[in-house]
């Protein structure tokens, strides 16, 4: 069993052309400081219902998937690019980014090749800076709806 | 040193993939100028879609002359 702690987020606001550890490796990735919650990947299911008469009970099939919506927590990192980049996805108009969490083994939690790696691509939206009172500190949300299933690889060499 | 049958074994090594610089062009593929750079054998597949090879730098800005020494 194994904690989170040392994972590291990096973004790219570009999609891969194609949903493949390949495709993703090729993008130009820039590390996300100062993160405190990372996004929850995966996709969620509808059923349908399909009902009995003679029964009464009502049995379901599986349906369709979709990427679940998810938000991401950071404290402020002043003139980091990663932050810019992903403020920067969450306003612009069409949201487009991707998402490689690292658990990375090298100086400083670096990625390292052979490293576990984590890939997700989807929209992101909804930048929400931190509501300021005398017990909150300066940070911001940002939401991702996951619009692809999550690719586990490994850092490549 | 070492095994000298073993420097008689041909070189059968596969050579390595090289990887290509792409920039997009294709708003719907995310913020116009992002680069990729996919192995060379990939390349079609970001073509298509609207990445287009990285131009490099031409002499002319690398070679530009810097008028405040004149």
């Known amino acids: 069993m194994s904690n989170f702690i040392g994972q590291t987020i990096f973004v790219e606001e570009a999609h891969p052309s194609a949903n493949t550890s390949t495709a993703f490796e090729a993008l130009t990735w ?10 929850q990947l995966g996709v969620t299911h509808s059923m349908i219902d399909v009902p ?50 690292v658990d990375g083994s090298g100086a400083a939690n670096a990625p390292v090749a052979g490293d576990p790696v984590i890939y997700a691509q989807g929209i992101a939206h909804s ?31 | 040193m070492g095994n000298p049958d073993l420097r008689k074994l041909p070189d059968n090594r596969v050579k390595k993939d090289a990887r290509v610089s792409l920039t997009n062009t294709n708003k719907a593929n995310g913020a116009i100028g992002a680069i990729a750079t996919p192995l060379e054998s990939d390349s079609a597949q970001w073509l298509a879609i609207g990445w287009t090879r990285t131009l490099p730098e031409t002499t002319e800005t690398l070679t530009q002359k810097d008028d405040t020494h004149e």
């Open chain 1, 30 to 39: 820039v590390k996300v400081n100062g993160v405190i919650t990372l996004p």
């Open chain 1, 52 to 101: 009995d008469l003679q029964t009464g009970f009502t049995s379901a099939v599986k349906g369709a998937g979709q990427g679940v919506d998810t938000t991401a927590t950071f404290r402020e990192v002043a003139s980091d690019a990663g932050q810019g980049d992903i403020k920067d996805a969450a306003n612009s108009q069409a949201g487009i980014l991707s998402i490689k969490i």
């Open chain 1, 127 to 157: 930048h929400q800076p931190n509501q300021g009172d005398n017990a909150a500190y300066e940070g911001f949300t940002i939401g991702f709806r996951q619009n692809a299933p999550t690719i586990v690889a490994t850092e490549p060499a």
